[in-house]
DNA sequence: GTGACCATGACGTCGCGTCACAGTAG
DNA sequence: ACTACTGTGACGCGACGTCATGGTCA
């Protein structure tokens, strides 16, 4: 099996997705991101989708969420693309909400974490200017 | 040794920085703030500048410095307390505005990883918004 | 003397980094 | 057949959390 017909070896999706080999590896021993195939040999073969996934476990990395964390909300990502209206579907609604709830909690204080940075960072500034020269 | 003559226990200390006591422990045992005393049984028992100390290094953590490096920056900054003008000063000032740099660099980083977060929470509102009802 | 607090191990966790050694792809 | 790439362990690390067991303080 080749790697050009849309099937990527490791190296080739952590050079895509900014993520090192070992990380994508390990992501796959908790059971996040599990490579659709893999070659005779035994080498892992990761198609667009399983790109993507990785795409958008990346993004939500400064979050913070733990990896089991990670994995729900990709999991309910994708019970929500298959499910039919109806009660279950009103369900995943309410667990997404409950994601997005503890998200922008996150968002906050990523915010204020910035504001301290920032501000120690200025404040050695200033003593970098008292001790000119 | 009685605690109420400028000498905290632990516990006293954890309430004030906002450091659980495991954390304080963790940072003597690497050698980043060691109280000042120990009572007679062996009670940990902190000043003012210990505290402060401690709270200097709580406003550190976002920036994401090791602890080791942390050591260093508050060595750093009780030498250039103590130091004459001389040659050996203006090293310290040059160790310290490298260190400024970095914590700028981190600074960016954190906003870069802040404008992420925010993205993300975004777009699982939307979601949100496309499953409505 | 009786709670509430504290000390010292020591092992556990999480998210990987870093070998070592061997097999695979092209 | 060469060589870059990949596989599977398995141990290491940083910054603590979490017991267990026993001493201390007011």
Same mark, same amino acid.
């Given at each position: ?71 729900? !909300?990709? +999991?309910? =990502?994708? /019970? ?8 279950? #579907? &009103? %369900? !995943?609604? +309410?667990? =997404?909400? /409950? ?8 968002? #906050? &204080? %990523? ?5 301290? /940075? ?16």
């Amino acid at each position: 099996m080749s790697a050009a017909d849309g099937h990527l070896h490791i190296g080739a999706v952590a050079e895509r997705t900014g993520l090192s080999i070992r990380t994508i590896r390990h992501y796959e021993d908790v059971g996040l991101i599990v490579p659709s195939a893999r070659s005779d040999g035994g080498f892992r073969l990761y198609v667009t989708s399983d790109v993507d996934r990785l795409a958008v476990v990346k993004r939500m990395k400064p979050l913070g969420f733990s990896l089991d964390e990670m994995r729900d !909300l990709l +999991d309910l =990502l994708d /019970a929500l693309g298959r499910a039919q209206d109806g009660p279950e #579907r &009103r %369900l !995943l609604r +309410d667990r =997404l909400a /409950a994601f997005h709830h503890s998200a922008q909690e996150r968002v #906050r &204080r %990523l915010r204020d974490e910035l504001a301290t /940075a920032e501000g120690f960072a200025e404040q050695i500034g200033a003593l970098l200017v008292t001790h000119e020269r």
